[in-house]
């Protein structure tokens, strides 16, 4: 459950968790947050609970609020996020939607149409959600369908970026030139006569075959079917033009 | 009826991706008859599959068996609709009524559910049904977009500006959508048409491609890759994997070759030219 934590000066005030949907902050008794201070407005702002998002809202309160040092009017909040009344402090922390799922991206599941006031969290009134049982973690077999270069395949999905990699004409009209891989996609050679395609991928850089009668060459040997993994200084050769795949 | 095979390419592919331990969503395709149907499941422990396969062969043996009753371009004399739309509203309505009877029946499959993207290509355009957060996006002359509005809570969010685009991006809430096929006894899908032109691609995807690609990498590649599509259909179900693959990722992809204008009669023309 996600709580706002009122600190003053450094020092923590008090704890307040998230279970209601709407959440009101102010100097005023009749808050549910109440900040006794005259920097305070009598009614600040708002906190709107919505499904597993939560908002903060300004109700044009008269000296502000920030997140993060930033005047803000209504914006959703992140973990971690400082929001400042007056001298007032609250931190807000999410712990997680659902503690103890093994990922936090929960399967689909149904709401009314209109359930837009903010509604409380899956499995209380106003949403019609199923309860979900959640999949038990299954080591999965290497996904088949993929065009796959052996065993680089099985490496840790969204592992960051990879080194930045180029190609450099060889031979041709074009001999000399370099081009940087920047994009996921790059695509080779003439169409209508040979064409493959260059991915950027979390392990590395692959060609493709795309069109044409004869698949290309990689330091001589004609590539399959499948995608391939490129190793450093690699020479291409592709609608009759070598070029020379290298790590920058 | 005609095929439609000579006009239309279809290519279509899914994949449980990297966490699911199964696959919930379900495809279904026949170029020859201008279909593409693809549903994401939900609910119940292996019960999404079972609510995705019902929606996906249920609509591909209606629509079908309906065709050859009634071509789909024919206007019909009550709503003055073509018969695709009411062809594509009852048998989506079948298939709703069966998946709510069968979790009503079956307590494995209590609360089970499907979203759904369907298409039917006829004369020249195409009807596109849809129901939950499965979309349909058309690259056309270089512009990419989803010709679909998702019926879930952060587009109600969207619309009602109480969300940003990028807000939407960050949020928790992308599993909630407003309308499924099979929890109720009652259903509105939404259609709408548009114009098919040659050189078109089509695409229908479940969430785990959009949620994974930004739409400009999924642009990137049906540029990239007009004209091979099952080596396109492979490289978004990758970039999804690669990107996390933290869903099911399914896609069908449909190229327009040639124009596919319905063989009219003499007499309908004639009728068409006297009520003009």
Redesign the interface.
Same mark, same amino acid.
């Given at each position: 459950m996600a709580k706002l934590i009122l600190s003053l000066d450094g020092t923590v005030l008090r704890e307040y968790t998230l279970e209601k949907n709407a959440v009101s902050i102010g100097r005023k008794p009749n808050n549910d947050l109440q900040i006794d201070n005259l920097a305070v407005s009598g009614n600040h702002a708002r906190v709107d609970v /919505? $499904? &597993?998002?939560v908002?903060l809202e300004d109700l044009d309160s008269t000296n502000g609020t920030l997140v993060n040092g930033q005047t803000v009017k #209504?914006?959703?909040l992140?973990n971690g996020d400082m929001i400042e009344m007056g001298k007032y402090k609250l931190k807000y922390v999410s712990e997680g *939607?659902k503690p103890g799922l093994p990922?936090?991206?929960?399967? *689909?599941?149904? /709401?009314?149409? $209109?359930? @837009?006031k903010p509604t409380a969290p899956a499995g209380t009134s106003p949403l019609t !959600?199923? +309860?979900?049982?959640m999949? /038990?973690?299954?080591a #999965?077999p290497a996904?088949?369908?993929?065009?796959q270069a052996a065993a680089a395949e099985a490496a840790a999905? !969204?592992a960051g970026e990879v080194r930045p990699g180029a190609i450099k004409v060889l031979s041709g009209g074009n001999a000399g030139k370099t081009l940087d891989l920047v994009?996921? @996609? +790059? &695509?080779l050679g003439k169409p209508g006569v040979q064409v493959a /395609?260059i *991915?950027k #991928?979390?392990t590395g850089y692959f060609i +493709?075959h795309?069109?044409g009668p004869s698949h290309p060459l990689v330091n001589g040997r004609e590539i399959g079917v499948h995608a391939e993994l490129l190793a450093d200084k690699a020479v291409i050769e592709l609608a009759g033009v070598k070029m020379e795949f290298f790590y920058k | 009826m005609k095929s439609l095979a000579h006009s239309i390419e279809m290519h279509g592919m899914t994949d449980a991706g990297m966490v699911r331990g199964h696959n919930e969503d379900a495809i279904s395709f026949d170029a020859a008859r201008g279909m593409a149907i693809l549903a994401d499941g939900m609910g119940g422990y292996n019960a999404g599959e079972v609510a995705s396969g019902i929606a996906t062969t249920l609509l591909a043996q209606g629509i079908a068996a309906a065709l050859e009753v009634v071509p789909p371009h024919v206007p019909e004399a009550m709503s003055g609709k073509p018969a695709a739309h009411r062809i594509l509203r009852l048998e989506i309505e079948k298939a709703n009524l069966a998946i709510f009877q069968t979790a009503q029946s079956q307590p494995q499959c209590a609360g089970m559910g499907t979203t759904l993207v369907a298409a039917l290509f006829y004369d020249n355009r195409v009807t596109v049904a849809h129901v939950g957060d499965s979309r349909l996006y058309r690259m056309r002359d270089g512009e990419f977009k989803s010709l679909t509005r998702d019926h879930s809570l952060l587009q109600e969010q969207l619309d009602n500006g109480l969300i940003t685009e990028e807000e939407a991006r960050r949020s928790q809430n992308k599993n909630l959508v407003t309308r499924a096929v099979g929890i109720d006894p009652q259903l509105d899908p939404e259609l709408n048409d548009f114009d098919v032109k040659s050189g078109d691609i089509y695409l229908l995807c479940s969430d785990g491609l959009n949620d994974m690609i930004d739409d400009p990498d999924i642009a990137l590649v049906l540029s990239t890759l007009p004209n091979n599509l099952p080596l396109a259909a492979e490289q978004l179900v990758q970039m999804a994997n690669d990107n996390g693959g933290r869903d099911n990722v399914s896609v069908i992809l449909i190229r327009i070759n040639r124009s596919f204008a319905a063989e009219r009669s003499l007499r309908s023309r004639l009728f068409g030219w006297l009520a003009r």
């Open positions: /919505i $499904g &597993s998002d908002f #209504r914006q959703m992140q *939607t990922d936090d991206f929960d399967k *689909t599941m149904v /709401i009314k149409p $209109g359930a @837009l !959600a199923h +309860t979900e049982q999949p /038990i973690p299954v #999965r996904p088949a369908p993929a065009p999905p !969204a994009k996921n @996609l +790059t &695509s /395609i *991915t #991928r979390p +493709t795309v069109e | -």
